[in-house]
């Protein structure tokens, strides 16, 4: 809810994304210290946060997908794939520019997941989210399958770094910027998205679908668009990943990764930019204190070596889900938004 | 000839194989409405479970078996109890949404438990394969087929004739309705995980006899899960007979495809054959229809 004094006098004002001047100096703040990040924050922080923002446009398409639209997807690690796969082979064997891989690494990523959304016309509920494990599988079937020369096969692809204008984008500083810039244009996208005619549908699919096709819904295409719209923004976050990791194998995309991915948007809160955002930032954290921690506990109780990582990773995550499907299902953006809205009506209950 | 007969009836018997672990699935959704997720790693669990029986305490197997047998049981019982049981009458989303993460935190569990070193298993069926003329059975697989059609008919005949069996299937339909109609949702439910659990170990004495036993035999869940929706999920009976087709197809795809094509089709057909029948049936061969109302 908005604070005291603000309200919206014409349907346009309604659909502002950004309501108080409050927010938007918030906004202005922490971009500049988004773009200041890499002369004020070590290089390992910067590692952290080009991470975070890439899961963020891949959590983001999540979010639509599954959040908004009520699609369960288990396969946003295998759409990432493709794109991760499409934006490593043109840029190895084509030389195109990042400016042309990016979104055709978004696009081919978002015809398969269309491919898998097309589903829905006859199947709904938990049907779908095994159409998408199914995703999962194929993806890896056909990568290690089809002739290595065009896939890489099991060895994985190596891409040659991103160049504009003669400048090579080597480096985590200068990856930075091309991830910022990138993952600003796809949130913002993002809530032009959900604030739209499509938004609207994808929420009317979700709260009751054969309602929302009696008030003559498309409901079939509703939900192909889901998924090709959350698929195109795995795709761009793949494309990312492939452009920072500068290696892209099969068993970077598992459905464990896509598991986390929905682990980030339950903790942040079901239907809400906002929350898979904040999910991202959270469970990119626990990540890195086990991947910083786990080491020094796999001395000491030996036997498990390197598998510790993995092994607490998925306790610590599957505990989370469950918890908080448990006791928050809302997620903690839910939490915030009924503290925030009981200490704007302060001292009255309502 | 004889290779393509000997390679139908392996293919029937791991479809077979398939059919039991798609069993847990079904069983738990017919009793609760909830579609598990994290089947394979209840089938690991019931292989470590009978690992640790066997192997660690030296008990025969007359005893280590109806021990591990119950343990499972009672894994089943309080993952239920753990989670489950608060969520009832929250969506279905939510259920399966927690299966979804049991499946990684069970995972976990058992590597943080046992490591992922590769472990012997123990020689519950005799190794020697049955041969008939030319042909040749593995004697695991065989035996476990018997028990696949014993437990479907069973199962089967306890689901659509007891009265507590039509209990649960009324939950299966609407949770809301059952409890206020008087019948123990949780009950149920809890029932319905303990037998999940009890069949998934059965599963992995006939899967893992005289092999090994490494985290990475859960692959069988994922398996089993094409079995269970060409079925119908409700549907125990219609298991026998997805499992067979869907185990004959692979076995002829893996024998007579793959060396044409050189790639490994077979692993993947269980799911073309999915995605196919979720297409021009979205309720499987013997599932319900249901009618929605606004």
Sequence with gaps: MDPSGIFPTSYRSDRRIIRTRWQALALILFMALMVAAPFLASGRIIAILNMMMISAVIAVGLQICTGYAGQINLGQAAFMGVGAYTASILASKTGLTFLLTIPLAGFSAALFGFLFGLTAARIKGFYLALTTIAAQFIFHFAVLNLPSSWMGGSNGITVPPAELFGLRFVGETTQFYMNLTVSAIMIAGAFGIVRSRFGRAFVAVRDDDVAAGIMGINVAATKANAFLIGAFYAGVGGALWAYLIRFVGVDQFTLFNSIFFVAMIIVGGMGSIMGALVGVFLIRIIQEVIATVGPNIADSVSFLGGDIVFAGMNVILGGVIALFMILEPKGLMHRWNILKSSYRIWPFPY | ?294
């Design chain 2, 1 to 294: 000839m004889l290779y393509f007969i000997n390679d139908i009836i392996t293919g029937a018997l791991i479809g077979l194989l398939y059919s039991l672990v798609a069993m847990g699935f079904v069983v738990i959704y017919r009793a609760s409405k909830v579609f598990n997720f994290a089947q394979g790693e209840l089938v690991i669990i019931g292989g470590f479970i009978v690992w640790f029986t066997t192997m660690q305490l030296g008990l025969s197997l007359w005893l280590s078996i109806p021990l591990s047998l119950i343990l499972a049981g009672l894994v089943g019982y309080a993952i239920e109890r753990i989670f489950l049981t608060k969520l009832i009458g929250e969506s279905v989303f939510s259920m399966v949404m927690v299966t979804v993460g049991l499946l990684i935190l069970l995972r976990g569990l058992v590597l943080l438990l046992f490591g992922p070193a590769v472990r012997p298993f123990p020689i519950i069926f005799p190794l020697k394969p049955l041969f008939l003329g030319d042909m040749l059975i593995p004697m695991n697989l065989l035996l476990g087929g018997i028990i696949t059609i014993v437990a479907a008919v069973g199962l089967s005949w306890f689901f659509n004739r007891t009265r507590s069996g039509l209990r649960m299937t009324a939950v299966a339909e609407d949770h809301v309705v059952a409890s206020s109609m008087g019948i123990s949702v949780k009950g149920s439910i809890a029932f319905a995980w303990v037998l999940g659990a009890i069949l998934s170990t059965i599963g992995a004495m006939i899967f893992l006899s005289g092999k090994s036993l490494t985290f990475l035999a859960s692959d069988i869940g994922f398996a089993a899960l094409p079995v269970a929706l060409f079925a119908g999920l409700e549907s125990i009976g219609g298991l026998i007979l997805a499992g067979v087709i869907i185990g004959v197809a692979q076995s002829l795809t893996t024998n007579y495809l793959d060396p044409l094509i050189g790639g490994s089709l077979g692993s993947v057909v269980p799911y073309i054959i999915m995605l196919a029948i979720l297409l021009i049936r979205p309720t499987g061969l013997f599932g319900w229809r249901t009618i929605e109302r606004v």
